[in-house]
């Protein structure tokens, strides 16, 4: 190819990409938020919060830890027609899978994904202290990042204050598959205590072994019991049904789809972010060794 070629293809790209920019530029706040949301990113103001925690405290009756404690959660029992079915995943693997519900009045208190808020009170009913000592080592690990964990460690912060914050519930989101328009803008989360490890909870193998099946190579690490849900994010964001034995089997289709999918977004998100050097073969997975996409990894046989 000729160098005119070539320059001509660069400016073609360099055209494109100030397109792009100015399109970025000229989106207004709630564009901007309709984008991050149909990504799967969650946006809420401290009203949403309240909203959802009224919510959650005036649905006491159907409560996470209300059903939990109930002697058959296959049951849908009292709940209206709306609730909205997700999964309860045992640490302990002798202990099956659950469906339990999200309450209709709870998932329209606030927009967006209401799972985080219900079932927060179910991890702080865990007492169980956090180990101060395991913050300070995981976060001289992460030293040479210089990051949050860096400066949260050179506080004076004290494990009563920490147990305090913990005592409150705390809440963190991991994705298993990312809403695109291949899945019907449809993401799959695991929802599982942020402080976990800290409270030295075991390790959840068949959440590992999910997030494994959807591409995640090394498997993460989850500690103590989780919950997965799905969250549709087009035309708004909110929770859709998600159920034991059907949408967790290996061969349903959103996990068989998920690592693809979960490298398509990778690769829109190194785009948005300008992260372009990094090459990258023109078919993924296609040569029988297995491909690299940041966290995923996957082969393609056929």
């Given amino acids: 190819m000729s160098s005119t070629s070539n320059t001509q293809d660069d400016a073609a790209e360099q055209k494109v990409k100030n397109e792009e920019n100015e399109k970025d530029e000229d989106m207004t706040l709630e564009e901007r938020e309709e984008w991050l949301r149909s990504r799967g990113v969650l946006i809420e103001t401290p009203g949403d919060r309240n909203n959802a925690a009224g919510a959650t405290a005036a649905a006491n009756g159907e409560s996470v830890l209300a059903q939990l404690a109930g002697l058959d959660l296959t049951n849908k029992g009292d709940f209206d027609d709306d609730a909205i079915p997700f999964v309860f995943v045992p640490q302990d693997d002798t202990q099956p899978l659950r469906t339990l519900y999200l309450p209709a009045s709870v998932a329209q208190a606030k927009p967006g994904d209401a799972l985080p808020e219900y079932v927060k009170p179910y991890f702080a009913s865990d007492k169980q202290t956090i180990d101060a000592s395991l913050l300070?080592?995981?976060?001289?690990?992460?030293?040479?990042?210089?990051?949050?964990?860096?400066?949260?460690?050179?506080?004076?912060?004290?494990?009563?204050?920490?147990?305090?914050?913990?005592?409150?519930?705390?809440?963190?989101?991991?994705?298993?598959?990312?809403?695109?328009?291949?899945?019907?803008?449809?993401?799959?989360?695991?929802?599982?205590?942020?402080?976990?490890?800290?409270?030295?909870?075991?390790?959840?193998?068949?959440?590992?072994?999910?997030?494994?099946?959807?591409?995640?190579?090394?498997?993460?690490?989850?500690?103590?019991?989780?919950?997965?849900?799905?969250?549709?994010?087009?035309?708004?964001?909110?929770?859709?049904?998600?159920?034991?034995?059907?949408?967790?089997?290996?061969?349903?289709?959103?996990?068989?789809?998920?690592?693809?999918?979960?490298?398509?977004?990778?690769?829109?998100?190194?785009?948005?972010?300008?992260?372009?050097?990094?090459?990258?073969?023109?078919?993924i997975g296609t040569e029988g060794n297995a491909a690299v996409e940041e966290q995923f990894e996957w082969t393609q046989d056929d």
């Fill in 136 to 283: 300070k080592d995981q976060a001289t690990k992460h030293f040479a990042a210089g990051g949050d964990l860096q400066q949260l460690a050179q506080t004076k912060l004290s494990p009563a204050a920490m147990n305090a914050v913990a005592a409150q519930g705390s809440v963190e989101t991991f994705p298993l598959v990312h809403p695109a328009d291949t899945n019907q803008f449809q993401g799959v989360y695991i929802y599982l205590d942020e402080v976990g490890m800290l409270k030295k909870l075991p390790l959840n193998a068949r959440a590992s072994q999910i997030a494994h099946a959807c591409g995640y190579s090394p498997s993460p690490n989850f500690y103590g019991n989780v919950f997965i849900g799905r969250v549709q994010t087009k035309p708004r964001m909110k929770n859709v049904a998600f159920v034991a034995g059907i949408d967790t089997d290996r061969g349903a289709v959103w996990m068989q789809r998920a690592v693809s999918e979960n490298v398509a977004w990778q690769q829109e998100m190194n785009q948005v972010t300008g992260r372009m050097g990094q090459t990258q073969p023109a078919a």
